[in-house]
């Protein structure tokens, strides 16, 4: 049973489209992420949700937009996009807050064109 | 200055060898420490959790924090080709601070 899974895996699209990724959790986490890894491999914080609640909303384009539509359920949907968005988009989820170990699912690879 | 420091490496060190990966950290509130592996193409998976100072072991890996020095260690003994990937090591404080580093790649030669 995956813990943490994301739709879609790989998502190829062009410039000024506007897309979403899906993610869900069945572990019964309070809060979950969003992290962008670029092609270093640096993993920066997005978004975090506890309850549903943004509580971590870092210097992100306001056309990045979370949505919480239930704590097991984090979507992220981009307008706009840009070939500066390319990037492994993964979702986490912790038992408690951001301090508490995560547990990250598969990745969604966004290459823009 | 990055809140988390980390040697991006590449690191290559041959099969059995002992491997010893670090990090730095620049603020003394963080209390959480932890160390993720990230195999390639995959999501970060929890290696080792940690509060406060000291040490924590886990079958062949042992985590190591000096928050005197602020500094962050991960040993890894009788390293085997599957400990190829990438190390991401990760500080948090109680607030919503939270922070990884760059990551370092490893390379365990058969």
């Not at chain 1, 706009?80 to 390319?86: A, F, K, M, P």
């Not at chain 2, 940690?50 to 924090?65: H, I, L, M, P, W």
Request: glycine share 6%; charged share 20%; hydrophobic share 30%.
């Amino acid at each position: 049973d995956t813990a943490v899974s994301q739709t879609p895996k790989y998502l190829v699209t062009q410039m000024g489209n506007d897309k979403s990724i899906k993610c869900e959790q069945n572990l019964g986490h309070d809060t979950m992420y969003w992290y962008k890894q670029d092609s270093k491999k640096f993993l920066k914080i997005m978004f975090s949700y506890n309850n549903k609640e943004l509580i971590i909303n870092e210097t992100v384009p306001n056309r990045f937009s979370p949505k919480s539509p239930d704590k097991a359920h984090l979507n992220l949907h981009i307008n706009s996009l840009e070939l500066g968005d390319s990037a492994v988009y993964f979702c986490a989820s912790s038992p408690r807050g951001p301090g508490y170990e995560q547990y990250f699912g598969p990745g969604t690879r966004l290459t823009v064109t | 200055q990055k809140e988390v420091e980390q040697d991006p490496g590449p690191l290559s060190v041959p099969e059995g060898a002992i491997v010893s990966l670090n990090c730095t950290y620049s603020n003394s509130a963080f209390q959480y420490f932890m160390w993720y592996r990230q195999y390639s193409r995959k999501g970060p998976e929890l290696l080792m959790y940690t509060y406060s100072s000291g040490n924590k072991e886990d079958g062949r890996f042992t985590a190591q924090v000096d928050k005197s020095s602020k500094y962050i260690s991960l040993f890894i003994r009788d390293s085997q080709p599957s400990d190829s990937a990438t190390y991401l090591c990760a500080s948090a404080n109680t607030g919503n601070q939270f922070y990884f580093g760059t990551g370092t790649s490893l390379t365990v030669i058969p």
